[in-house]
């Protein structure tokens, strides 16, 4: 397997895990009355019942842009294009980490 290829396979799955893990811990805080989501678009999107569609965008976004440019440009742009994903990934499984912590600290 290509270089390029592993590392637009580590890129896209390290974007997936931190946006699967988000929706996942942020659903097991919620579930406790006394935590409240923080941020004004998310609990928007929560209200209005597109959070779901709306994460699903991202990832689906967030993996075809990069991909089809890499594909398409890969002379001018390079691995320039995983950046996003990557960098999106680590904040999405450090809002992870955040939630799990948050969740022990309310059951304990």
């Known amino acids: 397997m290509k270089e390029i290829y592993k590392l637009e396979l580590y890129s896209y799955l390290l974007f997936i895990s931190g946006v699967i893990g988000d929706i996942l811990s942020s659903k097991l805080c919620l579930s406790i009355p006394y935590i409240v989501e923080g941020n004004s678009f998310i609990l928007y999107l929560m209200q209005k019942g597109l959070l779901l569609p709306y994460n699903i965008l991202v990832l689906t ?3 075809l842009i990069p991909h089809y ?3 398409i440009y890969f ?3 390079g691995n320039i294009p995983l ?3 990557f960098v999106s990934g680590i904040v999405r499984l ?4 955040w939630n799990i912590y948050l969740f022990i600290l309310a059951i304990s």
């Open 61 to 63: 976004l967030g993996i």
């Open 75 to 77: 002379e001018k742009v």
């Open 83 to 85: 950046i996003f994903p």
């Open 94 to 97: 450090l809002a992870t980490c």
């Open 69 to 71: 440019l890499i594909k």
